[in-house]
């Protein structure tokens, strides 16, 4: 039988169909974000941030935003899932704990916020980085949602810098995508087929 992980892998799918009759409580919502945060970032930035979208009026704002997308509506919440441009000063703190433990020398500390200083000191390069860490966030909360029996849905289509005017993002903050979670409804396709292996994989 295989892993439980691989079954959550294997059973996913992309839900355009809520119950809207079902709710989070702030301990799940926290509970999912919790999770999502024990995805990888370089240099153990955490440059992310979770918006959770859950009051009717907020759902509302977010709808007009996303061209009107039901599941914002009818999902229990939708994440905004907002990647932060890479700040360098931030690691004395988020990586102090670590060093305090004697996991890492303080010279190696030291060391990572230089090379991330000098790293995303060129703004593609920080942008890059924000939309790389929301990324891996936003798919543990979608693997999350699945272990405690929730459906999820990316969406993709939204107006930016209307979310980020609506929501009050701040200036080192991009959307990087929505994530309505749920129970799921009637009507969800299943998995859709996936390319095979012979025309994605190559091994040198």
């Not at 079954?7 to 999502?36: K, M, P, Y």
């Not at 939708?78 to 102090?96: E, K, N, S, V, Y």
Request: charged share 20%; net charge neutral.
């Amino acid at each position: 039988m295989p892993h439980s992980i691989i079954r959550l892998i294997e059973q996913r799918v992309s839900a355009n169909e809520f119950d809207a009759s079902h709710g989070l409580t702030d301990a799940e919502i926290g509970e999912l974000v919790r999770l999502a945060t024990r995805a990888p970032t370089a240099y153990n930035l955490q440059n992310w941030r979770f918006i959770a979208v859950r009051t009717p009026d907020a759902k509302a704002r977010l709808r007009k935003q996303a061209f009107g997308q039901d599941k914002v509506s009818a999902a229990a919440v939708t994440f905004i899932i907002c990647g932060q441009w890479p700040d360098h000063t931030a690691l004395t703190d988020r990586l102090r704990p670590f060093v305090q433990a004697g996991h890492m020398p303080q010279i190696m500390a030291s060391g990572w916020q230089e090379n991330a200083r000098m790293q995303y000191a060129e703004p593609r390069a920080a942008r890059d980085e924000a939309i790389r860490s929301a990324t891996l966030g936003a798919a543990t909360l979608m693997y999350a949602a699945e272990a405690m029996n929730l459906a999820s849905g990316i969406l993709g289509g939204f107006d930016a810098d209307a979310v980020t005017r609506e929501f009050g993002l701040a200036q080192n903050e991009t959307p990087v995508m929505l994530l309505a979670v749920g129970r799921a409804a009637q009507g969800n396709w299943p998995q859709k087929p996936r390319r095979p292996l012979s025309e994605v994989l190559q091994i040198s």
